[in-house]
């Protein structure tokens, strides 16, 4: 695991989904212990989005992942994420958000697993 979702409002060829896919797949290494082989990507394009009140073109990632990260890597993970996220979809900067979800739990292969200390 990592599983991560985009939702732009942007839409989007198969082009540019596959650009964002490899894209989260690779860049996902920058947290220590993650790979491309167990990142799981989804993307969500076209959907309506506001911001401000106003329909904008707009993004948001959703990352989540088995236990914590180190707070450099995160900066560094979202710093990634939000420039190419803009530089595929369009989407300004200052529309892409983005959300990191650190679970003690999680369940994959028909599995349970609980993070110990």
């Known amino acids: 695991m990592p599983f991560i979702r985009c939702s732009t409002s942007a839409k989007l060829d198969d082009a540019k989904k596959e650009a964002l896919g490899a894209m989260f797949s690779d860049s996902i290494q920058i947290i220590q212990g993650k ?3 167990i990142t799981m990507v989804e993307c969500l ?10 329909r904008r073109n707009c993004a948001f990632i959703d990352v ?54």
Not at 45 to 54: I, L, V
Not at 100 to 107: A, K, Q, R, V
């Open 64 to 117: 989540r992942m088995f236990g914590p990260a180190p707070a450099d890597q995160k900066a560094k993970l979202t710093e990634e994420f939000c420039a190419k996220v803009s530089e595929i979809t369009g989407a300004d900067i200052a529309n892409i958000f983005m959300c990191i979800y650190e679970s003690d739990t999680w369940g994959a292969r028909g599995g349970y697993r609980v993070l110990t200390s």
């Open 45 to 54: 394009d076209g959907t309506t989005m506001w911001k401000g009140g106003e």
């Open 35 to 37: 790979t491309a082989e």
